[in-house]
C-alpha cells in the first residue's frame, strides 16, 4: 500500500460502539501492522471531539504534499461521528481515507459496502486500492459557528431529525435501540411540517412528515432511505414522505430498514444535484451530528472524497468475504 517512507494515521474513538472499539483495536492494530511496512503506521486514540478533529487535520495537512515515494493517508476507526470527522477532513484534499466502522449505526459504511467486520475493513485499507465517491456540501448557519460541512449520509430536517436529536441525547448503552424507543417518543405529537425547496432551482411548497436529502442510503442505525442511491452517480436522492396518519407511519418504519417502504404511495423520490430546504420548525442533522437550523444548501459534489474501498467491485454490491 505504500513505500517506507509513507505514513498512514489512524485516528480512533476507544469509546465508540459502547467500548467496542476499543476492545478490538489490537486486532485491527494487527491487520494493519501485517500489511504496512514497518514504522509507517501511527496510532491516535482520541478521548474528546477536539482532540479527533485536531488529530484527523493535522493527519491530511501533513499527507497534503504527496510525492511519488511518500503516499500518505488518513484512517478512522469509530462511529459515524468519527468517519463524519474524516471525512470532513480529507474532502478535496486528495488523500485517501480509510473507513474502519466500530460504533452502533455504522451508516456511511453501510451505504459505501465497507464490510461492517473491522477486520475486513482494516484488511481494505491495507490492500491500498482507492475509489472516489461523491459528498454533500452543506451551507448555512450551522452549529459551532461554521458556515459549511461535508455530509457523507443523509441530511434530514423534519420527524426523521427529530428522532436523531432525541436519540443522540439518550444512554449510550442503548445502542441502536435508541432510535427505535426515540422514533415512538416524537410520534406521539408529531404533525406535517411545513417546506420551503428549492430543487435544482425548481421552487416547491408542500407540508411533509419529512424530506430526507441523501448521498448514500443509509441513516439511523441502517434505515435505507433511498434504496436506489449511490455514492457516485453525481446525484442527491430527496425521499419524501407526504403527510401520513402516525399510525401509517408506524407503519412504514419497519420497512424503511429494508428499502420497500418506497412502494407506499405516501412516499416519492426526486433526484437533484442542489437543494435549498427551509421551513418552520426544521432543523438539519447529518451523519448523526447536528447541523443547524434551516435555512440549508445541499450540494452534490461528484468526487469530492477518496476512499480506500473493495478492489474491482461495485461499492453497492460489497459484502465480507467469506
Known amino acids: 500500500m505504500t513505500s517506507g517512507n509513507s505514513c498512514t494515521t489512524l485516528v480512533v474513538n476507544p469509546t465508540a460502539g459502547r467500548g467496542k472499539a476499543g476492545r478490538i483495536l489490537p486486532k485491527v492494530l ?17 478521548r474528546s471531539f477536539d482532540e479527533a478533529k485536531t488529530a484527523c487535520l493535522g493527519a491530511v495537512e501533513g499527507a497534503r504534499h504527496q510525492t511519488e515515494d511518500r503516499r500518505d493517508s488518513l484512517v478512522v476507526m469509530g462511529g459515524d461521528g468519527m468517519m463524519h470527522l474524516g471525512l470532513n477532513s480529507a474532502a478535496t484534499s486528495g488523500v485517501p481515507l480509510g473507513l474502519i466502522p466500530a460504533g452502533t449505526g455504522n451508516d456511511f459504511c453501510r451505504g459505501l459496502g465497507i464490510p461492517l467486520n473491522p ?27 461554521s458556515a459549511h460541512r461535508w455530509v457523507g449520509c443523509v441530511v434530514s430536517t423534519g420527524y426523521d431529525a427529530r428522532v436523531s436529536r432525541r ?46 436529502i441523501a ?14 442511491g449511490k455514492p457516485t452517480d453525481g446525484v442527491l436522492d430527496v425521499t419524501i414522505i407526504h403527510p401520513v396518519s402516525r399510525l401509517t407511519l408506524i407503519r412504514l418504519l419497519p420497512s424503511m430498514f429494508s428499502g420497500k417502504f418506497v412502494k407506499d404511495p405516501a412516499v416519492e423520490i426526486v433526484q437533484a444535484k442542489e437543494v435549498l430546504v427551509d421551513g418552520d420548525g426544521l432543523y438539519g442533522m447529518a451523519d448523526g451530528e447536528a447541523l443547524g437550523p434551516v435555512p440549508l444548501h445541499v450540494q452534490v459534489v461528484p468526487g469530492a472524497l477518496t476512499i480506500y474501498a473493495p478492489p474491482d467491485r461495485p461499492l453497492s454490491r460489497w459484502r465480507k468475504p467469506r
Open 30 to 46: 494487527a491487520e494493519l501492522f501485517k500489511g504496512l511496512p514497518e514504522g509507517t503506521l501511527q496510532v491516535v486514540q482520541a
Open 119 to 145: 477486520l475486513a475493513a482494516a484488511r481494505i485499507v491495507v490492500e491500498g486500492e482507492t475509489k472516489a465517491i461523491d459528498l454533500s456540501s452543506v451551507t448555512g448557519q450551522l452549529t459551532h459557528g
Open 167 to 212: 436519540g443522540n441525547a439518550m444512554p449510550q448503552v442503548l445502542g441502536s435501540l435508541a432510535y427505535t424507543i426515540a422514533a415512538l417518543a416524537e410520534l406521539k405529537g408529531f404533525r406535517p411540517l411545513p417546506y420551503r425547496l428549492l430543487l435544482d432551482g425548481t421552487p416547491r411548497e408542500q407540508t411533509a412528515m419529512f424530506i430526507s
Open 215 to 228: 448521498n448514500v442510503p443509509f441513516f439511523g442505525g441502517g434505515m435505507n432511505i433511498a434504496p436506489k
